[in-house]
């Protein structure tokens, strides 16, 4: 049974960081693309960022580039992603995702699991 397991979300004012993680289990993590989606109030799941299998690919949507980065360790089955410089705009619940392609994938229905999400709170 495949499980994806995020943590690290929190409050955080304006300006801070955050370090998301999502620790998998059930499946060979280094063959799985990674990817980070969010999903704020009112709002569609929208994607954030994506890894390939290797950590050497990552993508980014263009409203946290710059600031986020997505990293993974594959002795640990593990994904990150280390959100810097948080705006009231990017709280939302965050789900990690794993995706059985050996690129990286950008929209929701390329992933075939999901973590259950964090969240991710910031004030102004």
């Known amino acids: 049974q495949v499980q994806l397991v995020e943590s690290g979300g929190g409050l955080v004012q304006a300006g801070e960081s955050l370090r998301l993680s999502c620790a998998a289990s059930?499946?060979?993590?280094?063959?799985?693309?990674m990817g980070w989606f969010r999903q704020g109030p009112g709002k569609e799941r929208e994607f954030v960022a994506a890894?390939?299998?290797?950590?050497?690919?990552?993508v980014y949507a263009d409203s946290v580039k710059g600031r986020f980065i997505i990293s993974r360790d594959n002795a640990r089955n593990t994904v990150y992603l280390q959100m810097n410089g948080l705006k009231p705009e990017d709280m939302a619940v965050y789900y990690c995702a794993a995706s059985n392609t050996i690129t990286v994938a950008t929209i929701r229905s390329a992933y075939d699991f999901w973590g259950q999400g964090t969240q991710v709170s910031v004030s102004s």
């Open positions: 890894i390939n299998w290797s950590g050497g690919i990552t």
């Open positions: 059930g499946l060979t993590f280094r063959r799985y693309g």
